[in-house]
């Protein structure tokens, strides 16, 4: 067959017919060739028109498709610009007719307009959480495909809060003009709560010891309050890293989580999460060596002095804290970017981690600027006398964090203020960088509120902490309670031109009512009236201690209500007692005061670390009426440990001397107005004034018929109590306060627990008073028997034997309190910035109290300052 083909292709061109009739050749086999297909007519697109465009040009539609006119089309391109015209998201139907023809007709329905988004059913989201985050918005061309990537975000939305049954169902409605309205209808559902942590391959801590590390905890009615009972995505993460941070810290150097798996139960309401982990064997630290390439530091010593030893348990957080030791120690000596690598040799036999930092070599670094940014108001100056190192100083590490503190004790800037560091020009230069993020310093308040102390209180003030940028603090201030009102006026100037040296002064009034408690009432015992003024100076000697000067005048103006404690136009010493008609008068003070302040506190506002001592003097008698010496001391240290827990220690005393000659018997030489006193608020657990020297005033009941003794009275709620100060005193006080989470940390909450010791005492012994009762025709009393035997009241100063009766007694007077020794109360507290001012709650109860101690189990202020 192949070679007849062969040879039918190659053979000569056919004879004429007369020689094919002579000589027939024999038959040939022949290929048959198919016939070659007609072309297809090409299809020219004559013209193109759109109908059904609104709001859209047609020349936009036709720009979306490849269809042109004098161009070929066929049948797929025709497919092709329907499916570029729907996915355009401005059509909601596209078709193409006189496809025949070559005259083309595309007819298209434009998408609606949305004219706005309504969600219904979002109670726990509020519609400005969920608009900002979908992608339709009035005025926008409605697509289905927007809406779907608007559902999955909502729901998204909702599951970020810990709402996994969360639905969404979207809905149109149609308007006139081609215009709608799309409707989120949310079913928001529970909040899907975390019902059970299991940890599987841990044997050596418990499951309970495990989840105490975690973020998340297990939903419990003990917990209803709490927000991380609820699953989080992130959180679990933060979970997985806490548990490799307990683990390394207790010497488990190969600790793995395995696997981490949150499982949703069928009604998505509840959460159940397994963790799988490989505790490995626990190692100890082996040989702790340090091996620098700075040539001032001495490898033996620093490696002496490291917290980690040989045959210790393996701690992570030990090795990170030592590696910011030492780099902070190169800082101090100016190699501002050290490096300080830690090198691990793991001996899997004897189970120890080998330990080696590298100080890499580094070049001592100088500052060659300083950058302050962010500060608007507040001008340079201001923040750049509060640096400790200046540019062109060796840089170090101390001065720049002691810098650090002391900006952020200004209170003009954010919270946590850190300086930068960032490379100089040079290998040994370094840019310390100050972004600041100014915060309000004019406070303007005007408050109301009641306290267990002052009852109702009004407040306003006004005050600028950073006057014109300079650093300047004036203040006016009024207050107004039930006992006491006050109006001040004051400034000061931190840095007097320029200089290293602060001035201020005020100028006040302020009226007191002094009183005493008869059951639950206070009754106002004497009036105390002071206006005078007061200058103030402070010099630094040193980075942390300052010389502060005070000179104050003032006069004080003291009266007794003369209806109240007045006989024919004299101070009656039976109503008003001795001590206070000895205190009427007008005197005028003119006291000088001395302190020694050492300060190294990091924040002036909110201390969490440092300590403040003062060492004051006051001497009065420059002038004036009133001579006294008064020695006061005061050292708090605030120390920051463990996972956020500050522990504060706060000792303070006080002893005052009279440089006046006495005054008679029974009259302490110190004045009352010028006594210290101890009780709330600054003892709590003590009633206002309700440690020291105090007189109870005690009357009778009536008479006892079998023996004649009068009866008294002995409710301390019946007794008139007037406490009288003293001479000397001290006061201290342990507190802790816990770590709490952001969210509690953001609305100004503070709770605290807390131990109290202090005493005051100190005081001349007043003369007591016990006077005979009398009739109301002012006959005295007496005690005396009737014909039936029985004592009673009677006028008769002698009985029918001859004997004197005893007399009737007005009342007693009890002289309490003047100890030194301790009085003790341990309690709670909280602190709260609320939104309506801050609040102060104390529960404190008296531990160790003597015989006249007030104790008050609750007290509490609102609207005023702590």
Do not use: H
């Not at 149109?172 to 909040?191: A, H, W």
């Not at 348990?313 to 000596?333: M, P, R």
């Not at 009427?584 to 506190?601: C, E, F, H, K, V």
């Amino acid at each position: 067959m192949l070679s007849g083909i062969a040879a039918a292709q190659t053979a000569p061109s056919a004879p004429p017919p007369a020689q094919q009739q002579s000589a027939p050749a024999p038959a040939q086999p022949t290929l048959a060739v198919p016939a070659a297909p007609a072309a297809a007519p090409v299809k020219l697109v004559k013209s193109i028109r759109v109908e059904g465009s609104q709001r859209i040009e047609p020349e936009t539609v036709l720009s979306y498709t490849k269809l042109r006119v004098g161009e070929p089309y066929t049948n797929e391109s025709v497919d092709e610009a329907i499916r570029d015209l729907l996915n355009s998201d401005l059509l909601a139907d596209v078709s193409i007719a006189g496809v025949e023809t070559g005259d083309l007709v595309v007819r298209i329905r434009e998408n609606p307009i949305i004219n706005r988004i309504v969600l219904e059913g979002n109670r726990r989201l509020k519609n400005d959480k969920i608009l900002p985050e979908i992608k339709l918005a009035p005025r926008q061309i409605f697509t289905r495909t927007a809406v779907r990537a608007d559902v999955a975000r909502i729901i998204e939305l909702y599951r970020r809060q810990g709402r996994f049954a969360a639905t969404v169902e979207p809905q149109m409605v149609t308007l006139d003009q081609n215009r709608v309205d799309v409707v989120f209808e949310i079913s928001e559902g529970p909040k899907s709560k975390v019902r059970q942590i299991n940890i599987i391959g841990n044997e050596q801590f418990s499951d309970n010891e495990l989840r105490k590390e975690m973020a998340t905890k297990q939903a419990r009615f003990f917990r209803i309050f709490s927000s991380n009972t609820s699953y989080d995505q992130d959180r679990l993460a933060y979970d997985q890293q806490k548990l490799r941070q307990f683990y390394l810290t207790n010497g488990y150097a190969e600790f793995r989580v395995i696997s981490a798996v949150a499982e949703l139960t069928p009604n998505k309401e509840d959460f159940i999460i397994t963790y799988v982990v490989e505790e490995g064997p626990r190692y100890k630290f082996g040989e702790v060596t340090v091996d620098s390439a700075i040539r001032d530091f001495d490898d033996e010593a620093l490696a002496k002095g490291l917290q980690m030893k040989k045959g210790d348990w393996y701690n992570a957080k030990l090795v990170e804290d030592t590696i910011d030791q030492l780099s902070e120690l190169a800082g101090t000596f100016g190699y501002a970017f050290s490096d300080v690598r830690p090198e691990f040799n793991r001996d899997r036999e004897k189970l120890e981690m080998n330990l080696g930092f590298f100080i890499a070599e580094a070049n001592r670094t100088y500052v060659e600027r300083i950058d302050i940014t962010g500060n608007t108001q507040t001008q340079d100056k201001v923040i750049r006398r509060e640096m400790r190192v200046a540019e062109g100083d060796a840089f170090n590490t101390f001065l720049v964090k002691r810098s650090q503190d002391r900006i952020n004790s200004l209170g003009y800037f954010q919270d946590k203020f850190e300086i930068e560091q960032a490379e100089g020009s040079a290998p040994d230069r370094v840019v310390l960088r100050a972004n600041v993020e100014e915060r309000s310093t004019g406070e303007l308040s005007l408050s109301a509120g009641f306290s267990s102390l002052e009852r109702f209180i009004l407040q306003g003030s006004i005050r600028q902490r950073n006057f014109r940028g300079r650093g300047q603090d004036i203040r006016l201030e009024v207050n107004y309670s039930t006992f006491a009102k006050s109006v001040e006026v004051g400034f000061t100037e931190p840095y007097l031109f320029d200089k290293n040296i602060a001035l201020g002064g005020s100028l006040f009034r302020r009226d007191f009512n002094s009183f005493n408690f008869l059951g639950q009432n206070r009754n106002t015992t004497f009036q105390q009236v002071s206006t005078g003024f007061n200058i103030v100076s402070g010099i630094p000697l040193t980075e942390y201690w300052t010389l502060s000067g005070r000179y104050t005048l003032q006069q004080d103006d003291i009266t007794l209500d003369e209806s109240q404690f007045f006989t024919n136009g004299q101070c009656d010493p039976l109503r008003a007692g001795r001590y206070l008609c000895d205190a009427i008068g007008n005197r005028i003070t003119s006291a000088i005061t001395l302190s020694l302040i050492y300060d190294n506190l990091n924040s002036r506002l909110r201390p969490t670390r440092g300590q403040r001592l003062v060492v004051g003097a006051d001497v009065a008698g420059l002038g004036g009426d009133v001579r006294y010496l008064r020695a006061r001391g005061d050292f708090r240290k605030y120390m920051n440990f463990g996972k956020g827990w500050v522990f504060s220690t706060t000792l303070e005393g006080g002893y005052i001397y009279s440089l006046e000659s006495s005054r008679g018997p029974g009259n302490d030489p110190i004045r009352i107005n010028d006594r210290f006193y101890l009780g709330e608020p600054q003892f709590r657990g003590f009633q206002i004034r309700g440690v020291g020297p105090r007189i109870l005033r005690q009357t009778y009941t009536g008479i006892d018929p079998d023996t004649g003794d009068q009866i008294p009275v002995t409710d301390r709620n019946q007794l008139v109590d007037d406490p009288l100060g003293g001479t000397i005193y001290y006061l201290g006080k342990l507190e802790l306060e816990p770590p709490l989470g952001s969210g509690i940390q953001e609305l100004g909450i503070r709770p605290s627990v807390f131990v109290q010791v202090g005493a005051l005492a100190g005081l001349t012994r007043p003369v007591l008073q016990a006077p005979q009762a009398r009739d109301g025709a002012g006959n005295p009393l007496f005690i005396g028997q009737n014909a039936s035997g029985d004592f009673v009241s009677t006028t008769q100063a002698i009985d029918a034997n001859g004997n004197a009766n005893r007399p009737q007694l007005l009342f007693n007077e009890l002289y309490l309190g003047d100890t030194i020794k301790p009085r003790v109360t341990a309690g709670i507290g909280v602190n709260w910035n609320s939104p309506f001012g801050p609040l102060r709650i104390d529960i404190a109860k008296d531990i160790v109290s003597y015989e006249g101690d007030d104790p008050k189990l609750v007290t509490f202020n609102v609207g005023t300052a702590f």
